[in-house]
C-alpha cells in the first residue's frame, strides 16, 4: 500500500509537532497515516486510499463523517453569526434542556472543552463540596490527560505514571481494581471520611472495554452514600453511546451525583460537560464558590453541533441502526474467534466492540456471543477480562504490532492498540459490517 504523502507528512510534523503528532495514541507505527477527509462510515489517506472506520475520531462521531445536512446547517449558521461571543447564547441553553431530559441523574450542567477539563473539573467540585481531598479511580480507567488521575499501582502504592506530576498529587488517589467489591468496601473501612469521591467509567471503554459485574455500581453507590462521598461516572465515552439517550447509568440503574460528558455531546467538536444534582453543580462559581471558568465554554459552534447531532438521532432512530450492527459485528467476531483464537474475548455493548488477545479460557458461547457482560451463569465467566490488569495480561504486543497493521492493510482502521474501544457510527451500513467481519476472518 502506497503511503509516501503520508510518510512525507510525518518527515515534515516531526520537526515541529512533539512526536509528528498532537495526541500520543495516533502515532501508529512505523508513521501514522495522514487524513485527507472523510467519507461516511470511511476514511480517506493522504495518498488517497479508503479505509472502513471504527476509530471514528475515538468516539465522538456517532453520525460518522458526512454530517447530515441539517447537522451541517446547524454549526454553518453559528459560524456565519461569529464564532463566540464571551456572553451566553440560546443553544447552551439548548443542548442543556436536551441533556437534562434524557439523563435521568444529570438536573444540571455545566460545559467545558473537553472530557479531560470536565473531570478535573468534577473532582475539584466533589473536594470542593465534601472539603475532602482523597478519590478513588479503577485501575486501567481513563479519564483524560490530568494529574490526579495519571496515576498507577494500588490502595497501598498510588504513584504518578507519567514525569511531571508530583508524588504528593498522587497521594490522594486510591487506584482500585475494577470490579472488585472487597478492595472497594477495604478502602472505605480505611480512608472512608477522607475520600470526596469514587470515579468511574460505567464500563471500562480506554483498556480493552470491561463490562461491570452485575451489582458493582450498587456496591459503589452504596459505599459512597454511606460514607457521604460523591459517586462520579465518567460517561465521556458512553454518554449518549451505551442505552441510548439515558447513558450506561440508565442501562445500570444507578443514580450517580454527577456524570461527565465529552465525545459524543459536540458532535466532533471539542467538548465536555459536569452533570448533576443541582445541590452540587450549583456550587460551582457564579452560583456557589467552587472556581470554574472558560474561555471557550459553551462554544456556540460546538453546541449546535451536538444539539443538532443529537435531535437527529433522536428521529432517525440511529441507536437502533448502530446497536444492532454492533451487535451483529460482536455476535460474527465470536463465530470467527470461536474458530480462529478460541481464547480471544469478544467484548463490548451496543455500538461499542473489541476482540481482547486473552490467553486463555475457550470459545464464547451462545450466552455470551453478543459481546462479554461478566455474566456468572457463562461458562466463560472466569477467562473474561475483570480488570485492568486483566488486559494488560492480554497478547497486547501481537495486537498492535502484527493484528492492528494487517487490518490495516485490508482497508480496515482499528483503534491502533489493544485498550481503546471501536465504534460503530449512523454511517456504517450491513455491508461494512460484513466486509469487516470478512476482514477479521482473514487476519486473526
Ligand atoms: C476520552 C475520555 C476522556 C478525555 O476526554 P478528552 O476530550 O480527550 O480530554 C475522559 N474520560 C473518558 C472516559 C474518556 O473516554
Not at 447552551?92 to 437534562?100: K, M, P, R, S, Y
Not at 488486559?391 to 493484528?403: G, N, Y
Amino acid at each position: 500500500m502506497n503511503r509516501d504523502q503520508s510518510r512525507d507528512l510525518y518527515d515534515r510534523a516531526l520537526d515541529v509537532l512533539a512526536g509528528g503528532v498532537n495526541s500520543s495514541v495516533r502515532a501508529t507505527q512505523p508513521y501514522p497515516f495522514f487524513v485527507q477527509r472523510g467519507d461516511g462510515a470511511h476514511v480517506i489517506d493522504a495518498d488517497g486510499t479508503k479505509y472502513i472506520d471504527y476509530v471514528m475520531g475515538y468516539g465522538p462521531l456517532l453520525l460518522g463523517h458526512t454530517l447530515p445536512d441539517r447537522v451541517v446547517a446547524a454549526i454553518q449558521s453559528h459560524v456565519s453569526d461569529g464564532p463566540m461571543y464571551g456572553a451566553p447564547t440560546e443553544v447552551e441553553v439548548e443542548l442543556a434542556e436536551f441533556i437534562v431530559r434524557h439523563v435521568p441523574s444529570v438536573e444540571m450542567l455545566r460545559f467545558v472543552n473537553s472530557g479531560t477539563e470536565a473531570t478535573v473539573s468534577a473532582m475539584r467540585l466533589a473536594r470542593g463540596v465534601t472539603g475532602r481531598d482523597k478519590i478513588v479511580i479503577m485501575q486501567g480507567s481513563y479519564h483524560g490527560a490530568q494529574p490526579s488521575t495519571l496515576v498507577e499501582g494500588g490502595p497501598e502504592s498510588a504513584a504518578p505514571s507519567s514525569p511531571g506530576i508530583p508524588e504528593s498529587f498522587a497521594e490522594h488517589t486510591i487506584p482500585i481494581p475494577f470490579n472488585d467489591e472487597e478492595t472497594a468496601e477495604r478502602v472505605f473501612t480505611e480512608h472512608g471520611d477522607e475520600i470526596a469521591a469514587v470515579l468511574t467509567e460505567p464500563i471500562l471503554g480506554n483498556h480493552g472495554i470491561v463490562h461491570p459485574v452485575e451489582g458493582y455500581h450498587q456496591t459503589l453507590r452504596d459505599l459512597t452514600e454511606a460514607h457521604d462521598a460523591l459517586l462520579i461516572f465518567d460517561e465521556v465515552i458512553t454518554g449518549f453511546r451505551v442505552g441510548g439517550f439515558q447513558g450506561a447509568q440508565g442501562v445500570f440503574d444507578v443514580d450517580p451525583d454527577l456524570t461527565t460528558f465529552g465525545k459524543v455531546i459536540g458532535g466532533g467538536f471539542p467538548v465536555g460537560a459536569i452533570g448533576g444534582k443541582t445541590e452540587y453543580i450549583e456550587q460551582f462559581t457564579p452560583a456557589g464558590e467552587i472556581f470554574q471558568s472558560g474561555t471557550f465554554s459553551g462554544h456556540p459552534v460546538t453546541m449546535a453541533a451536538g444539539l443538532e447531532t443529537l435531535r437527529y438521532a433522536a428521529e432517525e432512530d440511529v441507536y437502533d441502526h448502530v446497536n444492532a450492527l454492533g451487535r451483529r459485528l460482536r455476535e460474527g467476531l465470536s463465530d470467527i474467534v470461536a474458530d480462529r483464537a478460541p481464547e480471544y474475548t469478544v467484548a463490548g455493548r451496543d455500538s461499542m466492540f473489541k476482540v481482547i488477545f486473552t490467553r486463555r479460557g475457550e470459545s464464547q458461547t451462545d450466552a455470551c456471543s453478543g459481546g462479554c457482560r461478566q455474566d456468572e451463569s457463562c461458562d466463560r465467566f472466569e477467562s473474561c477480562p475483570k480488570n485492568g490488569a486483566d488486559v494488560d495480561a492480554a497478547a497486547t504486543d501481537r495486537w498492535e504490532r502484527l493484528f492492528w497493521q494487517e487490518m490495516l492493510e485490508e482497508g480496515v482502521f482499528l483503534t491502533a492498540n489493544q485498550f481503546e474501544s471501536q465504534f460503530v457510527s449512523a454511517a456504517h451500513t450491513e455491508a461494512d459490517v460484513e466486509e469487516t467481519l470478512e476482514t477479521y476472518k482473514n487476519v486473526l
